[in-house]
């Protein structure tokens, strides 16, 4: 419950003092608000979860596992070496995918779609959740992808205030004009 606390409390940059104070408060013993900030990230009520996300992160994360299973194989040293407080954790996620009932045929596909029209790839610089070398990494090995880039912090890059981002995105979208490649807002 920590883990998800911290990464809800990150994702949003005007959640970072009141997760400062929910870490500091659990370091204290009293971990209510850490813990609300997990519930929130699970979609927890007082008495019950409000959606089923938990069971779908899951579920998604297991059949994706498939498609890739090299990420498995990646040992605990290197989980530890880039976060000594949290890896151990994250590499647990893994282990909850080896007994999933399910299959699939599904095989990773190639996203190499140099005849596809534009793709545009939005990436955030300083992302708590999903690292900007992966927006780089997709927009290049998509072929057709258009990287545009929000330099700041916080989960995600459309409609957080960014007249830039938000006008590139709302030109691709409404008129199919898209951005330039390596745009920066």
Excluded at 92 to 113: F, G, M, Q, S
Excluded at 134 to 152: F, H, I, M, Q
Aim: with cysteine; hydrophobic share 40%.
């Amino acid at each position: 419950m920590a883990v998800y606390g911290i990464a809800e409390g990150l994702y949003w940059p005007n959640d970072w003092l009141r997760l400062t104070i929910a870490i500091s408060n659990a370091e204290m013993g009293y971990g209510e608000a850490l813990r609300g900030f997990s519930d929130e990230y699970w979609e927890r009520g007082d008495d019950r979860y409000t959606s089923n996300v938990a069971a779908a992160y899951t579920a998604i994360d297991c059949l994706d596992a498939q498609t890739n299973p090299h990420q498995a194989a990646v040992p605990m040293a290197r989980f530890r070496k880039a976060s000594p407080l949290l890896g151990s954790s994250f590499k647990a996620e893994n282990a909850i995918c080896n007994d999933w009932p399910l299959t699939t045929t599904l095989r990773r596909p190639d996203l190499h779609l140099d005849d596809a029209p534009p793709i545009v790839v939005l990436s955030t610089t300083g992302d708590p959740a999903t690292p900007y070398a992966w927006g780089v990494r997709l927009a290049r090995e998509l072929g057709s992808g258009v990287l545009v880039t929000r330099k700041g912090e916080g989960h995600t890059a459309y409609a957080w205030g960014n007249a830039c981002i938000d006008n590139a995105v709302d030109a691709f979208l409404i008129y199919g004009v898209a951005p330039r490649n390596g745009l920066e807002c």
